[in-house]
């Protein structure tokens, strides 16, 4: 693997909708999860027409995707109570597994941290692996709020 300084990280365009398809393909099937014939169109046109979510991709110096981070930013509306602040939910942070181990992932974090920052992004969220965690606490995540609940309406209640 190449260094991270022969690695570029930039905001994704909407030409790179296959690339970070099938980034989101080598992370599903390392989940376990079989794919459904498609899913590379599919999943390519829901990423484009989502307008909402930002993505940054890691390239090698051919141009070749190494990873992606990427999420949603959710700008709170103003209250008497609280700030009207921005926060940022990383829903996926993949590296390919010849890319691991070379600091690429904390380029895309630093990369995103460095974005939020500018764009008064006041916090970010994510949901972390274990064997991720020291990643996440060398770029200054810290543990989650205990706060956190979830309703979930696929199932009965």
Known sequence: METTRDVRVREALPTDAFS?????????REQGY????GFLDSFADAWL?????????????SGRPLGLVHGTRVQKL????RPADAWFHVS??????????????ERL???????AVTDRVTRIQLNAVPEARGLY????FGAPSERLMELRLDRPT
């Open 78 to 81: 103003p209250s008497a109570r």
């Open 137 to 140: 606490e060398r770029v200054g």
């Open 20 to 28: 970070v398809a099938a980034l989101h393909i080598q992370d599903e």
């Open 49 to 61: 027409a989502d307008r909402a979510r930002r993505t940054w991709l890691a390239e090698d110096g």
């Open 109 to 115: 974090l630093r990369t995103l941290v460095a974005w």
């Open 34 to 37: 079989a794919l459904q014939p």
């Open 92 to 105: 996926l942070l993949f590296v390919t597994p010849d890319a691991r181990g070379a600091g690429v992932g």
